[in-house]
């Protein structure tokens, strides 16, 4: 069975550094597509960003790029997000996410066939 | 961004009748080469993360009950539980995955 542990949410202060991290286990860690996906509170969600089994690829929505940068530790089956600049709008429950792999047929277009329980990343101004 | 409009915010259903639930995308999500359309449909119980029910628009994931079923193609799609269940209450979320970024459409409340 697949698990994903999120860890690292805190109470933060706007332009503050953060690293979530998931740990992951049940699975094919260095074959598998992963993301985090983000949802404010009382709010939608909103993918964030992905990492390529190998760890060689990375993507990012707009909104993180350039601030956030995801990466995975093969060895550990851990996956990252280091989140730097925070801002109040970052405010989330932060989600690790595993691909489907029979869907997967590009990059990071997926769907999710695993979520772990989330953090709660709190910025404040 | 491909943009995803669900319908409605929210619906009021009884046990045991029908819900229907509206997604529609700015672009389409229909690939013909292979005749796929790159949906998919989450369910969200309060205090807990998404768990996937559809891909494919249509293809339910293992050991999802049959009365979800989702249909459409293009830019219109529909998830329906066809006799609502006490467990059923929850958001459901489409997701488009044919072009980065991903994204999803806003959530659709669904309680009895």
């Known amino acids: 069975e697949v698990q994903l542990v999120e860890s690292g949410g805190d109470s933060v202060q706007a332009g503050d550094s953060l690293r979530l991290t998931c740990a992951a286990s049940?699975?094919?860690?260095?074959?598998?597509?992963m993301a985090w996906v983000r949802q404010a509170p009382g709010r939608g969600l909103e993918w964030v960003a992905c990492?390529?089994?190998?760890?060689?690829?990375?993507y990012y929505a707009d909104s993180v790029k350039g601030r956030f940068t995801i990466s995975r530790e093969m060895s550990t089956n851990t996956l990252y997000l280091q989140m730097n600049s925070l801002r109040d709008e970052d405010s989330a429950v932060y989600y690790c996410?595993?691909?489907?792999?029979?869907?997967?047929?590009?990059?990071?277009?997926?769907?999710?066939?695993?979520w772990g329980k989330g953090t709660l990343v709190a910025v404040s101004s | 961004d491909i943009v995803l409009t669900q319908s409605p915010d929210s619906l009021t259903v009884s046990l045991g009748e029908r819900a229907t639930i509206n997604c529609k995308s700015s672009?389409?999500?229909?690939?013909?080469?292979?005749?796929?359309?790159?949906l998919g449909w989450y369910q969200q119980k309060p205090g807990q993360p998404p768990k996937l029910l559809i891909y494919?628009?249509?293809t339910r994931d293992s050991g999802v009950p049959d009365r979800f079923s989702g249909s459409g193609s293009g830019t219109d799609f529909t998830l329906t539980i066809s006799s609502l269940q006490a467990e059923d209450v929850a958001v459901y979320y489409c997701?488009?995955?044919?072009?980065?970024?991903?994204?999803f459409g806003g959530g659709t409340r669904v309680d009895i």
């Open positions: 996410a595993k691909e489907d792999p029979r869907v997967t047929y590009s990059a990071c277009n997926t769907v999710f066939d695993a």
């Open positions: 049940g699975l094919a860690f260095s074959r598998n597509v």
């Open positions: 990492i390529s089994g190998t760890g060689d690829t990375t």
């Open positions: 672009q389409s999500l229909l690939y013909r080469s292979n005749n796929k359309n790159y």
């Open positions: 494919w628009a249509s």
């Open positions: 997701q488009q995955y044919w072009r980065s970024p991903l994204t």
